[in-house]
């Protein structure tokens, strides 16, 4: 017998964009808590960068890639080798691979990540508010850190520490809202959803 009613296909793969956004949010804090002048910079932030911020980011991207979700695979895989490539910034000159990077080459690397995530931005505009939030603060994340390179004013790095805290809260924010709104099937946590056009 040939069913008349539609029949609806799971994909049968979980969403990996909390575990992304959580994975950004979580090493992104604790990065910029030490940006703020609260500890120094030690090997539970390489740590974070390599297998929590990049690893896991990374595995999440893939996952979308299998959802068919160009944004997520984008987003999540760039950033999880931002942290990377951050974490290989900060040790390979210590193990003698090159030179430490200069107050002028650090700004056009956090400056092209900036550009990157303004383009990306663009994108959360058919999202929903909480992205939105999250890649805004981001860009303005990234255009202080360069600036403050830039300028060699450290008041400028703390400054940008205190606004890494919070766009790192509200990625970490927005990967439990989708964990939790998932999980009782309604919206506990809200994330302002964009109004289809």
């Known amino acids: 017998m040939i069913p008349t009613e539609p029949v609806l296909v799971k994909d049968g793969i979980a969403n990996p964009a909390p575990l992304g956004l959580c994975a950004f949010g979580m090493t992104t804090v604790l990065l910029n808590i030490h940006n703020a002048c609260f500890f120094e910079m030690n090997t539970m932030i390489l740590a974070m960068g390599i297998f929590y911020g990049g690893l896991a980011q990374v595995i999440a991207g893939i996952i979308e890639s299998k959802k068919n979700n160009t944004f997520g695979l984008t987003a999540f895989t760039s950033y999880g080798f931002f942290w990377l490539s951050l974490v290989g910034l900060l040790v390979m000159p210590k193990l003698g691979w090159g030179s430490k990077p200069s107050e002028l080459s650090m700004c056009c690397y956090l400056g092209i990540w900036g550009l990157f995530?303004?383009?990306?931005?663009?994108?959360?505009l058919k999202l929903n508010r909480a992205l939105q939030f999250v890649f805004g603060s981001l860009t303005i994340l990234f255009f202080l850190l360069a600036l403050g390179d830039a300028t060699g004013n450290p008041d400028i790095k703390?400054?940008?520490g205190y606004e890494g805290i919070i766009c790192g809260l509200s990625a970490i924010y927005t990967g439990i809202a989708g964990v939790l709104n998932e999980v009782y099937c309604r919206t506990v946590m809200p994330i302002g959803t964009v109004e289809a056009r």
């Not at 995530?117 to 959360?124: D, I, K, R």
């Open 117 to 124: 995530t303004f383009c990306l931005f663009f994108g959360t």
């Open 158 to 160: 703390k400054i940008a």
